[in-house]
């Protein structure tokens, strides 16, 4: 198989004709090497259904439905694991990231380049909120990160199966896929684009997704949030030092007596030091303590590749 295209699908019944219309379009070139797969991320809709009759009906189409919703990120790992092409491209149900450019992605890889990414240029149909926090969530995370991770980038990329089997190499479970490709190294490049507006039905990404995610991609690949901690609390040992100085001079030489203000505020301010460094800490045990557990990634309820005999599959992923 040459081509793999994966796309991890939740609640996405609305999109997936138009998405299957599309991609069958994009990839017409190398129609009789590719699969399209689509993961369903235990969707409470009928996107399982459809998958099955997509299937039943274009030969390039693969259904992956999972045994529960275990996420994006895992769902999009769960297609990786099963894509069996020597290129595999990687693209949301939602359509807002164009499957026409895997015609110039795929003309800059036969260039030599490992990994092909997409940059958004501009971000149509999302609110200012979303934008500024997207451009703020990208420039944190390299500042804090220890890998290079391309601003204003998504999944949306094409990969060689070299960078691929590095990334699947990689045990975590907290995982943040487009940064393990970026710290995985290769050959890689970008290309710029216009990201459009849902195609149809509703984002499912909530704001407490949005910071679970913040969170694991900073935990993933950075220690330096427990090295602010520890710079924190050395700030606050001085600021101690100095304000110790402070009213032990006012009682010697002023004989005042602290009022309950400036009690307060001292107790209100270390206390919230030691809270956001025990915050910070348990970000990381906990995260040691998933990976310590070791369960499978997921697990497959069916393929419409034994689609007489669902359940048979029944994949577990510890990689």
């Not at 599309?22 to 369903?40: F, N």
């Not at 919703?69 to 164009?98: K, S, V, W, Y």
């Not at 992605?105 to 934008?131: I, N, P, W």
Request: proline content about 3%; hydrophobic content about 45%.
């Amino acid at each position: 198989m040459h081509l793999s295209i994966v796309v991890p699908c939740m609640n996405e019944s609305l999109v997936l004709s138009e998405l299957i219309s599309r991609l069958s379009g994009a990839v017409e070139h190398w129609k009789s090497q590719s699969e399209i797969i689509l993961i369903d991320d235990g969707s409470t809709d009928s996107t399982w259904a459809d998958i099955e009759e997509l299937a039943k009906l274009n030969p390039l189409v693969r259904g992956v439905k999972l045994s529960a919703n275990r996420g994006h990120q895992l769902a999009l790992t769960a297609g990786l694991e099963t894509a069996t092409g020597e290129r595999i491209f990687m693209l949301d149900a939602d359509l807002q990231d164009p499957p026409e450019l895997i015609s110039e992605m795929m003309a800059l890889m036969d260039q030599g380049y490992d990994v092909v990414y997409g940059r958004r240029k501009k971000r149509h149909g999302e609110s200012v909120l979303k934008k500024v926090t997207a451009y703020t969530f990208y420039r944190t995370l390299n500042f804090l990160s220890d890998a290079n991770i391309p601003n204003d980038t998504g999944d949306f990329r094409l990969v060689n199966r070299r960078a691929l089997d590095a990334v699947l190499s990689m045990p975590e479970r907290a995982r943040f896929i487009r940064g393990m490709f970026s710290w995985a190294g290769f050959r890689q490049i970008g290309i710029e684009y216009d990201r459009s507006e849902r195609f149809a039905g509703e984002t499912k990404y909530g704001w407490s997704a949005m910071i679970k995610f913040a969170l694991d991609a900073v935990t993933g690949f950075s220690i330096r949030p427990l090295r602010i901690a520890t710079q924190l609390s050395i700030l606050t040992a001085i600021i101690t030092v100095g304000m110790a100085i402070y009213v032990i001079g006012g009682l010697i030489f002023f004989q005042t007596v602290p009022g309950w203000a400036s009690t307060l505020l001292a107790i209100s301010f270390f206390s919230s030091i030691q809270l956001l460094t025990l915050g910070i800490m348990g970000e990381y045990v906990g995260r040691l303590y998933i990976e310590a557990k070791n369960r499978p990634l997921y697990f497959v309820d069916e393929d419409t590749a034994n689609a007489t005999s669902p359940n048979v599959d029944e994949k577990a992923n510890a990689s």
